[in-house]
T-cell receptor, first 111, second 113 residues
Framework: RKEVEQDPGPFNVPEGATVAFNCTYS??????FFWYRQDCRKEPKLLMS???SGNEDGRFTAQLNRASQYISLLIRDSKLSDSATYLC????????????FGDGTTLTVKP | NAGVMQNPRHLVRRRGQEARLRCSPM?????VYWYRQLPEEGLKFMVY????????ESGMPKERFSAEFPKEGPSILRIQQVVRGDSAAYFC???????????FGSGTRLTVV
């Protein structure tokens, strides 16, 4: 089983739609969680960190469910420019400090 | 702040040659990570370094690959005797600490011919 798993999609949604992605992780000791966005053939960019209390940044809401070991990303009022691959990342917070990435979920927003 | 600087952006090597990829972290960041991404695949961790120390190299192939982050200068990922299977995008990232998100460089796309 992969340490971090995402539904690869693709998710094809019309403009204005609400779309949600889930990401599950296997290591219950994981401490830090993130969502990144990667456009085709470009570097990933940090979208937001995910906190236990949940957090919101404009149209984007991230939530963490430690009991079920998953994080989610909700995008409201989708824009064409939201089309990208969304990667979740999990950091165990040990002295290794590295993040393990999911393989990504591809979103295409259509007019 | 120039962000994470990687060079070269594109690198073509013949089989058997050496490839050297460079990464300068964001100013003030002391944690450097290298990831590899094959076409249509996810990011795979290779190595995590701090100045003059390799903290975790569990994702790095045991042979032909090495990494360093010297006291002065950029981090270097070195691939000796490249093979076609080494063709990939290599991303470097830096962070302010082990609990923080990463800032990625624009990557080096290595093509082995």
């Amino acid at each position: 089983r992969k340490e971090v798993e995402q539904d690869p999609g693709p998710f094809n949604v019309p403009e204005g739609a609400t779309v949600a992605f889930n990401c599950t992780y296997s290591n219950s000791a994981s401490q830090s969680f993130f969502w990144y966005r990667q456009d085709c053939r470009k570097e990933p960019k940090l979208l937001m960190s995910v906190y236990s209390s949940g957090n919101e940044d404009g149209r984007f809401t991230a939530q963490l469910n430690r009991a079920s070991q998953y994080i989610s990303l909700l995008i409201r009022d989708s824009k064409l420019s939201d089309s990208a691959t969304y990667l979740c990342a999990v950091n165990r917070g040990t002295n290794a400090g590295k993040s393990t990435f999911g393989d990504g979920t591809t979103l295409t927003v259509k007019p | 702040n120039a962000g994470v600087m990687q060079n070269p952006r594109h690198l073509v090597r013949r089989r058997g040659q050496e490839a050297r990829l460079r990464c300068s972290p964001m100013k003030g960041h002391s944690h450097v990570y290298w990831y590899r991404q094959l076409p249509e695949e996810g990011l795979k961790f290779m190595v995590y370094l701090q100045k003059e120390n390799i903290i975790d190299e569990s994702g790095m192939p045991k042979e032909r690959f090495s990494a360093e982050f010297p006291k002065e200068g950029p981090s270097i990922l070195r691939i000796q005797q490249v093979v076609r299977g080494d063709s990939a995008a290599y991303f470097c990232a830096s962070s302010d600490g082990q609990f923080y998100g990463y800032t990625f460089g624009s990557g080096t796309r290595l093509t082995v011919v």
